[in-house]
């Protein structure tokens, strides 16, 4: 069966490669499944397609191995034109949601379903098979549509069109090695970049890359080290700590010996024409004559070819509009979904690493002036302070500013400036809002493309966010998961606070920034400021106390450096407080963590000195924080129930073992399950007057708090009554009518109790009683082994019972051994080690102390499966010590 409309299953002629990998029915392996179809794609070079890719394996691979229940076979298929990948499980009865009138497809509040409406949603294609044993869903995405660089000539030009650059154009040569280190550095690197050679070889490029970390709209350095080819833009740290934007072109070449690496050639971004490669445009067909063609008026104010990515769309966008008023600085801004705010997205001739994504409100007054909505000229900006927020302190004084319009919607404003007053007219304004026009659509597009591709990853990083945060209840490794998850991907540094109630101050529990050193740093800055007001909305607030913070440590080590401070003023060096500055100095969020109706903590993001975060990042950050607070709270319930049943667990157990004269005694306690649940088995040895001991090992039915009421009624009624005088029958029969009488929360109980008396002649009186449990074994010094006991009623479930007690007296070298059912009914497979086998080890025991014996006993149980003991044990030994020759 495929899907409607398709008769057949498109496979590509041309298979150029193919991965296969088998997962098992258990959970972890919807992420082992995702991780392998990333690392797949990724090194065919598909980054376009992998998030797609990443998040319909993952709906299906969960189809298979968590609703189905089967093993699933994953295949990754390369071709031409893309890529196809088939997911196949072993349950075929399963039928397709066929789209019925009476029949509603899936939808994303279902837990089942989502895995074929997906498909249909992102898919270029795809289809269902079925075979006798399996079912195959396969999906197809192909490559979008992208230019390939050829050999090729531009038409003649004005030379007012053509591509701006510097008198002496620098292209910077850099090697990169297979391991991502820096083997060559020419001279043009060194002046543009201002490191010389010998400072930057063999150091890894990442070191000095500011590369974009929006999830789903790039590439990262390292993949993109690893490709044939690779073309764009990003940022490199120079010597000065500024960040140098540049245009690069990468190609993957080998050497004589076979070893791969990276030539990489940079040019400022202002002068990417230098390198970038023209669009490919189809061959002239000699057939057909050729008509004069309009010229377009984007062409001809972007040039041709257009960038095909919304940031060099806008970056090339001001400079043009720079150049076109012969301005000194120009910017353009994208405006929120709701309007109400301007994100600044390209700058030129302004600090755009101090300004890009910084946000200013679209109504910034009462006039039509004082809105972006409408073309604006300003002749003096000293005259209205505020006019343009983005231009405070720049020194430009005049500008003209224009609205980008897509069928009457606001979506952008472009401005240009210059350092001169009076610069501008209405008639610069209206050939600037011409050329706005003329890209408003293209700019909207390309906005949209992008938004597309970052709700994508933003899809693939929500997935494994939850996936990695469902997969733990500790609660340190839910902190550090939410620091890890958030930098780099979203923020520079990260802080993560917990609430232990509404009247506690919040804590900082984790601090994380994405350059290890200034992590201790970072920490001693926070700890010394007030934390953040926990709040009681959910909405993301600035916090500007890290950035001022830091900024006046900076200045007092700066002052103190030059004789005006003191020296108590502060205690870091001068290095380490400049870097702590620089690395926190840009915006800072808090977003509250909330769960259940509290908040439980803060999550605070950061960026270095004078960066912003866009708005779909912080969209993207409230997701995850409202994912990672119910996950912390989880683990603070998980902590609390554990800390609470440990606690009860030990109450249920003695305080400690008394000594007994002339005896050896030994006890082993062993909880089974995660956790130790409360309940289930239970000891004792305690004095009940002189010369006398009271004993007993029990085994109360179920686990849990109802188990747990019975086992501490029945440690502390034995130890009351026994003190009392009364025998053993007497105090099994009380206790048995106190269990009855708990109701329907009584639960029935196996005891042996017994009373131990030692004697002046080196041996011990014993008297036993047996109510129900596996009975207890004496071994003699010859080896001969024998219940020590006959075995009568269980507490519990009869309200009369006559119980009677057994006496014997253990010689020198006598050992008695007690254990629960936890120890006779250890399983493998079938077998069971059972009284047999018990009588068996105890057998071999001889000459043994009795933590020996207790210690072979339970060496035994654990060797006999291989799996962890599923039930409670607990073993408990006495043995008469034969007297040393000479005494």
């Not at 009271?694 to 501490?712: H, K, L, M, N």
Request: proline share 7%; charged share 25%.
């Amino acid at each position: 069966m495929a899907e409607p409309g398709s008769a057949t299953r498109s496979r590509s002629a041309v298979v150029t490669a193919r991965a296969a990998a088998s997962f098992e029915p258990v959970g972890r392996s919807v992420a082992t499944a995702r991780a392998f179809v990333r690392d797949t794609l990724q090194g065919w070079g598909f980054a376009d397609i992998v998030d797609d890719a990443v998040v319909l394996t993952s709906e299906l691979v969960t189809n298979a191995v968590i609703h189905a229940g089967t093993r699933a076979d994953v295949l990754c298929l390369r071709a031409p034109e893309g890529v196809r990948v088939e997911v196949a499980d072993h349950y075929p009865e399963r039928e397709v949601p066929l789209h019925r009138p009476d029949r509603h497809f899936a939808n994303l509040d279902q837990e089942g379903g989502r895995g074929l409406m997906l498909c249909a949603a992102l898919a270029t294609r795809w289809g269902v098979e079925y075979e006798p044993a399996s079912k195959h869903v396969w999906f197809q995405l192909d490559l979008p549509a992208r230019p390939v660089g050829t050999r090729s000539a531009g038409p003649v030009v004005p030379d007012e069109l053509l591509p701006a650059a510097d008198a002496r154009v620098r292209v910077a040569v850099l090697q990169i090695d297979g391991e991502g280190l820096i083997s060559a550095w020419n001279e043009d690197a060194e002046h543009v970049f201002g490191y010389p050679a010998e400072k930057v070889t063999g150091r890894p490029l990442a070191e000095f890359a500011a590369w974009p970390h929006t999830p789903g709209t790039g590439t990262g350095i390292a993949e993109a080290l690893r490709l044939s080819r690779w073309e764009g833009s990003y940022g490199l740290r120079g010597a000065d700590g500024r960040v140098i934007p540049v245009y690069a072109s990468h190609l993957r070449v080998r050497d004589t010996e076979g070893a791969p690496s990276t030539v990489c050639l940079l040019v400022h971004d202002s002068e990417r024409a230098v390198l970038q490669t023209p669009a490919r445009t189809p061959a002239p067909d000699p057939n057909q004559l050729s008509e004069p063609r309009a010229s377009d008026p984007f062409e001809v104010f972007i040039g041709s070819p257009a960038p095909d990515d919304l940031d060099g769309l806008l970056q090339r966008t001001v400079e043009r509009a720079r150049d076109m008023l012969d301005a000194d600085a120009a910017f353009l801004l994208l405006a929120t979904d709701d309007e109400t705010e301007l994100e600044v997205r390209a700058t030129t001739g302004l600090p755009s690493t101090r300004q890009r994504f910084a946000r200013v409100p679209v109504e910034a007054g009462a006039s039509r002036y004082g809105s972006a909505r409408m073309p604006a000229v300003h002749d003096d900006l000293t005259a209205v302070p505020g006019a343009v927020p983005l231009l405070t302190g720049t020194g430009m004084r005049s500008v003209v500013t224009v609205p980008l319009k897509v069928e009457g919607r606001l979506t952008g404003s472009l401005g240009v400036a210059a350092e001169t007053p009076g610069r501008y007219s209405n008639e610069e304004a209206l050939s600037l809002q011409f050329a706005a026009d003329r890209i408003a659509l293209a700019v909207e597009s390309a906005r949209l493309g992008e938004l597309e591709r970052l709700r994508r990853g933003s899809l693939s990083f929500l997935v494994e966010a939850s996936d990695l945060l469902a997969g733990t209840l500790d609660r340190d490794q839910t902190l550090a998961l939410m620091a890890q998850m958030t930098v780099p991907t979203l923020a520079t540094w990260c802080a993560v606070y917990t609430i232990a109630d509404p009247a506690s101050d919040p804590y900082l529990a984790y601090v994380l920034h994405e350059d290890e050193e200034l992590i201790d740093g970072l920490k001693a800055l926070l700890t010394r400021i007030p934390p953040p007001e926990p709040g009681s909305d959910q909405a993301v607030r600035p916090w500007t106390a890290p950035a001022e913070a830091a900024h006046r440590a900076a200045l007092q080590s700066s002052m103190r450096t030059v004789g005006l401070g003191s020296p108590s003023d502060f205690t870091a060096g001068i290095g380490t407080t400049l870097a702590t500055a620089a690395a926190v100095g840009g915006e800072t969020v808090v977003l509250p963590l909330m769960a259940r109706n509290r908040v439980i903590g803060l999550l605070t993001l950061g960026k270095p000195a004078e960066e912003h975060f866009r708005q779909e990042i912080l969209e993207l950050a409230e997701d995850l924080s409202r994912r990672a607070a119910l996950a912390l709270d989880n683990a603070r319930l998980y902590s609390e129930r554990m800390a609470i049943s440990r606690s009860l667990q030990r109450s249920l157990l003695p305080p400690s073992q008394p000594a007994i004269p002339g005896m050896e005694v030994e006890v082993i306690y062993r909880a089974a399950g995660e956790g130790n649940e409360v309940g289930g088995d239970f000891y004792d040895v305690f004095p009940i007057r002189d010369g006398a001991y009271g004993f007993a090992i029990g085994d109360v039915c179920g686990t849990g708090p109802e188990a747990a009421a019975v086992t501490g009624l029945a440690r502390h009624a034995l130890r009351l009554l026994a003190k009392e005088g009364y025998s053993g029958p007497a105090v099994l029969e009380r206790l048995n009518a106190a269990i009855l009488d708990e109701g329907a929360r009584s639960r029935f109980l196996t005891l042996l109790y017994g009373e131990l008396s030692p004697q002046e002649d080196g041996g011990a009186a014993l008297k036993l009683v047996c109510a129900g449990h596996p009975l207890p074994l004496r071994l003699r010094p010859d080896g001969q082994v024998e219940p020590a006991a006959e075995p009568q009623p269980l507490l519990g479930v009869m309200e009369e019972l006559e119980l009677y007690e057994q006496s014997l007296t253990l010689d020198p070298g006598d050992v008695l051994l007690c254990v629960t059912d936890g120890v006779t009914e250890r399983r493998e497979g079938t077998r069971m080690l059972g009284d047999d086998g018990l009588t068996d080890v105890l057998t071999t025991c001889t000459g043994l102390t009795a933590g020996a014996v207790a210690a072979r006993v339970l060496r035994a149980v654990e060797r006999f499966a291989a799996e962890p003991a599923s039930d409670d044990m607990a073993i408990l030994a006495f043995r008469v010590p034969e007297p040393r020759q000479g005494d």
